[in-house]
């Protein structure tokens, strides 16, 4: 078993780190995709131009009340108060690309079948969790937890729901996705299987059916609650064992912070379905998430998403 403190990797290359505008009160740590880097994503996601969206409701076509067009300015610009850290993943062999070097936070077999080869995905998970809690950590001592968000894209998105399953720090201001998915999803479905009264082929879906899955039950067996008996199987599937600080934090700050999860309808790698149960999952695991699917939009973001994602943060007290 290796634990989270020794499961980092060298890593040759420093984050992206944009300054604040103004006087520094949050902290947006965001992950790239797959075989992207921090350069190549961080400008035109802090150059692109976002409504304000302040009188016009997610979906609206409808115009303000005055008759003009709401506001638009740079992504950046909805947060001068910010300081934004893009990491660049390390060059791993891609299985699936005949094992050629790619900037990656894990390695993964399918987006479509997530499940198959999973395998792959365990190291580099285990080490990019260890290394996105040591980033975390930094800027907690600076602006306090409850003004850290961390956010990704696609596989960005996967690696930062993982580490914050497998977070036992203080609760940070929120977790924000794009068109990603939560791996090893059914294993930890299936890892309390013997708890749940329920089929476990219920899992494989999506809504109300899985709702009472990690159902809280305070005279639970000794092994703990079942999300604590999911996240347990996960440290082991990653070979991950505790740190002494864990032991003093029994449930995950994630099952009390606010997610945003938005996805492409017409999402081309990682099917909509497939974001769609992840964050089903995670609100059978009684997480806060906010779920919102674009028409039209492929495996990217949009202006709407990410007015979606400035109301959501900024809507964070």
Same mark, same amino acid.
């Given at each position: ?49 976002? !409504? ?90 600076? $602006?306090?937890?409850?003004? $850290?968000?961390?956010?990704?894209? !696609? ?50 879906? !999506? ?44 449930? !995950? ?56 994602? $400035? ?7």
């Amino acid at each position: 078993m290796m634990s989270s403190s020794k499961a980092k990797p060298q890593r040759t290359i420093s984050p992206v780190v944009i300054p604040p505008v103004h006087d520094h009160k949050t902290t947006m740590i965001i992950l790239h995709g797959r075989g992207s880097t921090a350069e190549k994503f961080a400008e035109p996601l802090l150059t692109h131009m976002v !409504s304000s969206g302040d009188t016009v409701p997610v979906n609206s076509t409808e115009l303000p009340l005055n008759g003009s067009a709401s506001p638009t300015k740079s992504f950046r610009e909805h947060f001068p108060n910010a300081k934004f850290v893009f990491p660049t993943a390390p060059l791993r062999r891609a299985v699936v690309f005949k094992r050629s070097l790619t900037h990656q936070w894990f390695d993964n077999w399918s987006l479509t079948e997530p499940e198959l080869k999973q395998h792959l995905q365990a190291q580099g998970l285990r080490e990019t969790s260890a290394y996105l809690h040591d980033l975390l950590k930094e800027e907690i001592k600076i $602006v306090g937890a409850s003004n $850290v968000v961390l956010m990704g894209l !696609s596989q960005g998105c996967a690696a930062s729901i993982i580490a914050m399953l497998l977070w036992r720090g203080e609760r940070i201001g929120a977790l924000v996705g794009m068109c990603g998915y939560v791996p090893f999803r059914k294993g930890m479905c299936e890892s309390v299987e013997d708890a749940d009264s329920g089929d476990i082929d219920q899992l494989s879906g !999506s809504g109300d059916d899985q709702e009472d899955m990690f159902e809280r039950d305070e005279e639970e067996s000794e092994g703990g609650s079942n999300f604590e008996k999911a996240t347990d199987w996960l440290r082991e599937e990653l070979g991950i064992t505790p740190d002494d600080g864990d032991l003093n934090q029994q449930s !995950s700050p994630l099952q009390s912070m606010p997610v945003f999860m938005g996805h492409g309808r017409d999402d081309e790698k990682v099917p909509c379905q497939i974001g769609k149960l992840g964050a089903d999952f995670l609100r059978s695991m009684y997480a806060n998430v906010t779920w919102q699917d674009y028409e039209g939009l492929g495996h990217w973001y949009s202006p709407d998403m990410l007015r979606d994602v $400035v109301l959501f943060v900024h809507g964070l007290n």
